[in-house]
């Protein structure tokens, strides 16, 4: 029995020796064959990897259920860890706000109390209506673009363009169905602007380029890189505080300004009525003023009549 069993041991250790000696042997020729039978058989070979497909996806998708489990479980840990975060965060802001909602409230009130006490008129309501920019007709010796709104939609000469950002220009031409924009950056642009903190009053002069300048500063006055221009309601041509762009250079007395919007960006605007009357409507040529009347005739005066001489003749 003995020898039985220890003849056995010895057998399978053999078989098992020769597998390992011929395994890679066997696979390389597994190989060959598969490919030969591929060969000869596309039909048969396609049949059988559609059968092992079949055979296998059942597995896979049992074996990588676990796999989807833990990994559902990683990135739910996750997303609880950044919500906590978040949530933090948005009480903070929400603490903050409700701190500026106050301040605003006191403020809005002490507004009104002012307003009332000095009996201030209130400024118009603004009127706008939004259009597509559909033509650029900007080039060296101009700066323009042309809009799809005008006089059947209210736009009018002198409307301020505006977009999200900033100011654009204002209405220089105004169709009955299109306007055309005179740009900030238009070399005929002349808008009054105050610079930074200190409110310096300035003149933004357009030169046909992307960043037109401040000029008439003043020599006192100190402009910066990174001040905000603002318009400044002179002349009531544009409202007071529309937004228009930011100093990007001052170098030897040129001050540049970066505007907020790029022309090359533009797309849709917002044509806003603010009721000003600084831009004057010089469409229809002026009327010429009445002749001042004519005095009255003088009173006629009645002639001297004339007394004879007597004639004196010598006796």
Request: proline residues 8%.
């Amino acid at each position: 029995m003995v020898r039985q069993t220890t003849g056995q041991i010895t057998r399978l250790g053999t078989l098992k020796t020769l597998i390992q000696r011929f395994a890679f042997l066997s696979l390389i020729a597994l190989t060959f064959a598969l490919m030969l039978i591929g060969k000869a058989d596309t039909v048969l070979v396609e049949r059988a990897r559609v059968a092992i497909t079949d055979a296998v996806v059942p597995i896979l998708r049992i074996l990588s259920e676990p796999a989807n489990a833990v990994a559902s479980a990683i990135s739910n840990f996750r997303e609880l860890a950044a919500i906590r975060e978040q949530n933090s965060t948005l009480r903070e802001d929400n603490e903050r706000l409700l701190q500026w909602q106050a301040i605003a409230q006191r403020l809005e009130a002490e507004n009104r109390s002012l307003k009332a006490l000095l009996a201030l008129a209130p400024e118009p309501t603004a009127a706008f209506v939004s259009a597509r920019v559909v033509g650029d007709t900007g080039g060296a010796f101009a700066q323009s673009v042309i809009v799809t709104a005008g006089a059947n939609e209210g736009v009018g000469k002198g409307d301020v363009v505006m977009t999200g950002e900033g100011l654009v220009g204002r209405v220089l031409q105004s169709g009955s169905r299109s306007s055309r924009v005179l740009l900030i950056t238009d070399i005929n642009s002349r808008i009054p602007v105050v610079v930074g903190d200190a409110a310096n009053r300035a003149i933004l002069v357009g030169d046909n380029g992307l960043r037109p300048r401040l000029l008439y500063t003043g020599a006192k006055t100190i402009v910066t890189p990174g001040d905000k221009v603002m318009t400044s309601g002179d002349a009531e041509a544009f409202p007071p505080g529309l937004p228009v762009g930011r100093v990007a250079r001052v170098q030897d007395g040129v001050i540049t300004v970066e505007p907020y919007v790029s022309r090359d960006k533009l797309q849709h605007v917002r044509i806003v009525d603010y009721g000003l009357t600084g831009i004057l409507n010089t469409d229809t040529p002026p009327q010429p003023a009445p002749a001042p009347p004519a005095p009255p005739p003088a009173a006629a005066i009645p002639a001297e009549p004339t007394v004879a001489q007597p004639t004196v003749t010598d006796p």
